[in-house]
Every structure is written in C-alpha cells, then in structure tokens.
C-alpha cells in the first residue's frame, strides 16, 4: 500500500531527524513504550513530570531553554552542574524507589522518578 509505504518512510525520516535532534524521537518512543530514558527540560518544566524506569537504567536530561537549570535529588543523591542549552546530565539509578527531583535554580521545577 502506498500510505502505508509513505507512513514508513516518514517513521524512518523522523527516526533519523531524532538522532540528530535528540527530542522528537524521545516524544514518538514515549507515545509506544513507558520505558523512558530521556527528560527534556524546556520551559522551566521537566518533562515528562513523572517517569517510571527499571532498575539499572541510566536517565539522562537535556536542557532546551536558553536559561540554565540544575538537576538535583531531594534526597542529596545527586546535583547536576548548572546546564546550559543543549547540555545534558546522566544518573544511573540502580536502586528501586521513588526519587524526587528539581531545579537547584527554579525549585518549582519538580518531577518524580519511580524507579522500580
Ligand atoms: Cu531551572
């Protein structure tokens, strides 16, 4: 079928532009699967606000504003440098439980990690 040909080439170009763009392909793999590994943080939000991983996975964040925020563990387990745009910060969360985590910069920024 030709739509279904077309559909697939635009899977196929969008995948591509994701690699180089980093974002679009998160939100696209977010829409199939709940299995997450990238936050955006992009109008002083994280984004998603709420993720669930595995245990063992490595979480990474990538800052889009032109502004700097930090990624920190209300727990003190961890506290990102400040990101500038485009920059981005990993945590291998290892240990199941629910990690709560903000801006040092804008502390309304939250998000929740339920690691499981
Ligand atoms: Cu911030």
Redesign the pocket.
């Known amino acids: 079928m030709k739509i279904t040909t077309l559909r697939h080439a635009l899977a196929i170009a969008l995948g591509a532009a994701s690699i180089l763009a980093g974002t679009a392909g998160f939100h696209l793999a977010q829409a199939q699967d709940q299995q997450t590994d990238m936050i955006t943080i992009k109008d002083?939000m994280f984004s998603p606000m709420s993720v669930t991983i595995k245990a063992g996975s490595t979480l990474t964040w990538k800052n889009l504003d032109d502004e700097p925020?930090?990624v920190v563990s209300d727990a003190g387990l961890f506290r990102s440098a400040a990101l500038d745009q485009n920059e981005t910060f990993e945590y291998k969360f290892t240990k199941p439980g629910v990690y709560r985590i903000f801006?040092g910069?804008?502390p309304n920024?939250r998000e929740t990690i339920t690691v499981q």
């Open positions: 002083f925020h930090t801006c910069i804008h920024m």
